[in-house]
């Protein structure tokens, strides 16, 4: 088991910065795919970002350029730097681990509880 616990949520301005990050416990999580996803109300989860243990990553279209997903191995953490945040980026965003499957696809077998992201215009 992996437990994932989130933090960093809030408050924000449009324009503004959050650093949210995503403690892990349990099984070596050095062996998982990290990653962030968000679910604004009304919609369905969508994926983010997502982290290697390499630290090679993959981001959703419209938040490239402004959010940077990172690794932090000898802590068990990983990060999500969202900058120039726009309204449309609210929601609950959740970390997730993903086991790498023989096939190449990716399975979230884990997930933290969320943490809110507001931005206020």
């Known amino acids: 088991q992996v437990q994932l616990v989130e933090s960093g949520g809030g408050l924000v301005q449009a324009g503004g910065s959050l650093r949210l990050s995503c403690a892990a416990s349990g099984r070596t999580w050095s062996q998982f795919v990290m990653g962030w996803f968000r679910q604004a109300p009304g919609k369905e989860r969508e994926f983010i970002a997502r982290?290697?243990?390499?630290?090679?990553?993959v981001y959703e279209d419209s938040v490239k350029g402004r959010f940077a997903i990172s690794r932090d191995n000898a802590k068990d953490t990983v990060y999500l730097q969202m900058n120039s945040l726009k309204t449309e980026d609210a929601g609950v965003y959740y970390c997730?681990?993903?086991?790498?499957?023989?096939?190449?696809?990716?399975?979230?077998?884990?997930w933290g509880q969320g943490t809110q992201v507001t931005v206020s215009s």
């Open positions: 997730a681990a993903a086991s790498l499957l023989s096939s190449g696809q990716l399975s979230y077998d884990y």
């Open positions: 982290v290697y243990w390499s630290g090679s990553s």
